[in-house]
C-alpha cells in the first residue's frame, strides 16, 4: 500500500497535470491558432457552458454563441496573451504545504476536481468552489484545494470574458456574482464589471443593427446603417465578437448584391460592390471566394462573347462582331486571345481575312490553273508626288498632295509573264493589239533605239525574238493588260484590274519618302534591272546616262522576280519593265482624287506608265517619276501587273 508521502506526490503531479491539461484546452478553444489551427477549418461547435448557477441549478444552454458559430467563422475573445498570463496564476497565492492532506481533506478534494470536471463551479454545496473552499479551509496549507479554486477562477474568468464578448449580460453577471465569493479575484470582478458595463451600453446598438440588417440597411444609407453602428460598438469594446460577426454579415450582404448583379450581366456593379466589400473586411475568405466566382463568371461570359464574335466573323457580320468583341473586352480587358481577333476582325474589314505581307493566288473555278502570286499591300497614308527639293522634279509630279489608302489590295508580285499571258491568249480566244494592229517597237541593237517592227508580237522579247516563259510580257497594248485583269475575274470570280496610279506609286515606295524606294542615291546592290554604268549591250554598248558604278548583268529585262524585294515584297516593281495603270493620263495633279482611286475621263485615250524598265534613265526611275503614253503602244519597255480588290 503506497505512504501517505507517496500519495501526496502523485495528487500534487495530477493536480499540475489537470492545469496543464486545462490551460491547453482553453488556448486551443479560443486561440487555435497557437496549435497552427485556421479557425475558419473548425466544424466543432464550442459545447455548451456546464456552470453552475449560484442556486445550484444546472445553468441551461445558451444558443446566442452557437449561432454565432453557425453564422460565420470562430472569433478570436481576448488577446493570448492575457490568455496565457491568466493560466500561469495558478501557482500563485498556493501556500506552503507543511503536512499531506487528511483523508476527509482528500475526500473533498476528489468531490471538488468531479465537479470542476462536471461543469459545476459555483453555487451550492457540490459546487467545486464549495468543496476545494471547505478543503482549504479545513487544511488551510493545502495546496491541492488552493490549486482548485484557482482553476475554478480561470474557467469562470474565461466563461464571463465570452459572454460578454457575445453579449449574454444576464449568464455573465450570474457568473461574476459567484467569482465575487472567490479569494484573489479582485481584479479580475472590476476588470469583468467594466466590460458588463461596456456591454450594457454596447447592447442596444446592436440589437438596433441587428434590426438594420434585417430591414435591408446593411451599408446604406451611409451614416445610418448596420455597418456603421458594428464600427462604432468595435470603436467601444474592440474584442466584441457580436458586433464582428455582424460586419462579417454586412459583408455577406453586400457580396451577395455582387452575386446578384453578375446574374444580370452587370459586371460594373459587381466590381463597385466588391470594393465595398473590400473596404468592410479586406482579404476575407468570404471576399475571396467571392470575386473569385465572380471571375471565373466574367471569364466564361467573356470567352462565350468571344466565341460568339467569332462566328459572326466567319459569318461575314463584321459589325456583329465587333460589337460582341468589344462587349467581351469591356468584361475583360484582358481576355485571352482578344488582340489575336482583334486583328482577324481588322483584316476582315480591310483585307478580306487576309494580313498585309500575305501572298496567296486564287484558282481558276471553272478550268485549271491559278492567277499570278499575289501579295497584300497594308492600309495607310502617303505623300503622292516629288518633293520641291527632288531635283529633275516635273510640273507633272506637282503638287504633292497626301493619299490615303484607306482599304487594302492585293498586287501581283511581278510583272505579267509571257507564260501567263499565253495562258490567257489561249483559254480566252484573245487576240492582242500586236497582232490584230500589226507590231510593237523592239530595240535595235544596231541603232541603239527602239524601232517599229510590224512582224514583232507579245511573243516576242524586247528585241523581236522569241521570249521565254518566265520573261515580264512586252509589246502590249493598255487594252491587252485590261483584258487579261478581265479575264482573271471571269475565272476566278474575284475582281481583278490594273492598279490606279496612286496604287503604284504608293506599293513602289513601300511605306518610304525617298527619291526611290532603296535611298536617295544609286544602289549599292543589285535591287532592281535598271541601266547601270557596267552593264553591256550584245555588241559591247554602254549607256550614256545610268546609274554610276551600278551593273546588274542584264541588257534588256530578266526572269520576273530576278532581283530583291521592295518593302511591300513586290519584286521589279521600278525597274525591269514599266508598267500600265488605270488612270487617264492628266498633266499635273491638280484635283487628283485622295482617295488612291484611279482618276478617270469617259473616252481618254492616252494612259499612265509608272515605274523604271531595264532602259530608263536614274531621272526615270525615282518614285515619283510617271509619263502619259496612247494606249495603243506596245513596247519592248513596256508590261503590266493586276491588283485584286479584297
Not at 531635283?391 to 503638287?399: G, K
Not at 493589239?433 to 517599229?452: N, Q
Not at 516576242?460 to 491587252?480: C, I, K, M, T
Request: proline residues 6%.
Amino acid at each position: 500500500m503506497p505512504s501517505n508521502e507517496t500519495v501526496r506526490r502523485q495528487r500534487t503531479m495530477g493536480g499540475a497535470l489537470g492545469v496543464i491539461v486545462l490551460g491547453s484546452a482553453l488556448v486551443y478553444h479560443f486561440f487555435p491558432r497557437v496549435f497552427h489551427v485556421d479557425p475558419a477549418t473548425l466544424t466543432a461547435h464550442r459545447p455548451a457552458s456546464g456552470g453552475f448557477s449560484p442556486a445550484g441549478g444546472r445553468r441551461p444552454a445558451r444558443t446566442p454563441l452557437n449561432a454565432e458559430l453557425d453564422a460565420g467563422p470562430p472569433l478570436t475573445l481576448a488577446p493570448a496573451a492575457v490568455i496565457a498570463a491568466r493560466m500561469n496564476r495558478g501557482n500563485q497565492h498556493l501556500p506552503e504545504q507543511l503536512s499531506a492532506d487528511t483523508p476527509a481533506v482528500q475526500a473533498l478534494l476528489a468531490r471538488g476536481g468531479k465537479a470542476l470536471q462536471a461543469g459545476r463551479l459555483v453555487g451550492g454545496e457540490e459546487s467545486a468552489a464549495f468543496l476545494y473552499a471547505k478543503a482549504l479551509h479545513d487544511k488551510p496549507d493545502s495546496r491541492a484545494a488552493a490549486q482548485g479554486l484557482n482553476q475554478v477562477r480561470a474557467q469562470l474568468v474565461a466563461q464571463i470574458s465570452q459572454d460578454i464578448a457575445v453579449g449574454d449580460a444576464d449568464s455573465a453577471q450570474e457568473l461574476l456574482d459567484g467569482l465575487r465569493g472567490l479569494p484573489n479575484s479582485a481584479s479580475d470582478v472590476a476588470q469583468l464589471e467594466q466590460g458588463l458595463k461596456t456591454l450594457a451600453t454596447v447592447r442596444p446598438m446592436l440589437a438596433q443593427a441587428a434590426s438594420m440588417l434585417q430591414r435591408g440597411k446593411a451599408d446604406q444609407p451611409q451614416g445610418a446603417s448596420a455597418l456603421d453602428l458594428y464600427r462604432k460598438v468595435q470603436e467601444l469594446d474592440p474584442q466584441n465578437a457580436m458586433a464582428e460577426q455582424g460586419i462579417f454579415q454586412v459583408q455577406r450582404a453586400v457580396l451577395d448584391r455582387a452575386l446578384a448583379a453578375v446574374a444580370q450581366n452587370d459586371f460594373a456593379a459587381a466590381d463597385r460592390a466588391l470594393a465595398e466589400a473590400d473596404t468592410i473586411r479586406p482579404g476575407s475568405r468570404q471576399l475571396v471566394d467571392v470575386r473569385s466566382r465572380v471571375e471565373g463568371i466574367r471569364q466564361q461570359r467573356a470567352s462565350g462573347l468571344l466565341a460568339q464574335a467569332r462566328s459572326a466573323l466567319d459569318a461575314g457580320n463584321l459589325e456583329l462582331a465587333q460589337r460582341l468583341a468589344g462587349q467581351a473586352q469591356a468584361l475583360q480587358p484582358d481576355l485571352k486571345g482578344i488582340d489575336e481577333f482583334e486583328q482577324q476582325l481588322t483584316n476582315a474589314r480591310l483585307y478580306a481575312s487576309y494580313k498585309p505581307g500575305q501572298v496567296f493566288s486564287d484558282r481558276f473555278v471553272d478550268l485549271p490553273g491559278h492567277t499570278p502570286s499575289m501579295v497584300v499591300i497594308p492600309t495607310g497614308s502617303f505623300q503622292m508626288g516629288a518633293p520641291d527639293a527632288e531635283d529633275d522634279r516635273t510640273d507633272a509630279e506637282t503638287p504633292r498632295h497626301q493619299v490615303t489608302i484607306a482599304k487594302g489590295f492585293a498586287m501581283a508580285r511581278s510583272a505579267v509573264t509571257v507564260g501567263q499571258f499565253r495562258e490567257f491568249v489561249r483559254a480566252a480566244g484573245y487576240q492582242p493589239d500586236s497582232i490584230k494592229l500589226g507590231g510593237a517597237s523592239v530595240y535595235d541593237e544596231r541603232s541603239g533605239a527602239l524601232r517599229d517592227d510590224s512582224r514583232a508580237s507579245w511573243q516576242d522579247d524586247y528585241a523581236g525574238h522569241p521570249a521565254q516563259d518566265d520573261l515580264p510580257v512586252v509589246n502590249v497594248s493598255w487594252r491587252d493588260a485590261k483584258a487579261y485583269a478581265d479575264w482573271l475575274s471571269q475565272r476566278t470570280g474575284k475582281h481583278y484590274r490594273l492598279p490606279s496610279e496612286a496604287e503604284f506609286e504608293y506599293a513602289l515606295r513601300g511605306g518610304t519618302q525617298t527619291r526611290y524606294w532603296w535611298g536617295q542615291r544609286a544602289p549599292t546592290s543589285k535591287v532592281e534591272n535598271l541601266t547601270g554604268s557596267g552593264d553591256r549591250s550584245p555588241s559591247g554598248r554602254r549607256w550614256s546616262n545610268a546609274f554610276p558604278s551600278y551593273r546588274d548583268g542584264y541588257w534588256g529585262p530578266a526572269p520576273v522576280m530576278s532581283f530583291a524585294a521592295n518593302p511591300f515584297g513586290l519584286y521589279d516593281i521600278d525597274g525591269n519593265v514599266s508598267e500600265w495603270a488605270a488612270d487617264c493620263w492628266h498633266d499635273n495633279y491638280v484635283r487628283a482624287p485622295v482617295d488612291g482611286s484611279a482618276w478617270l475621263n469617259p473616252g481618254c485615250s492616252v494612259r499612265v506608265v509608272r515605274g523604271g524598265s531595264w532602259g530608263s534613265s536614274p531621272e526615270q526611275v525615282r518614285s515619283a517619276y510617271r509619263q502619259g503614253a496612247d494606249g495603243k503602244v506596245r513596247s519592248a519597255r513596256v508590261g503590266f501587273r493586276v491588283v485584286r480588290e479584297l
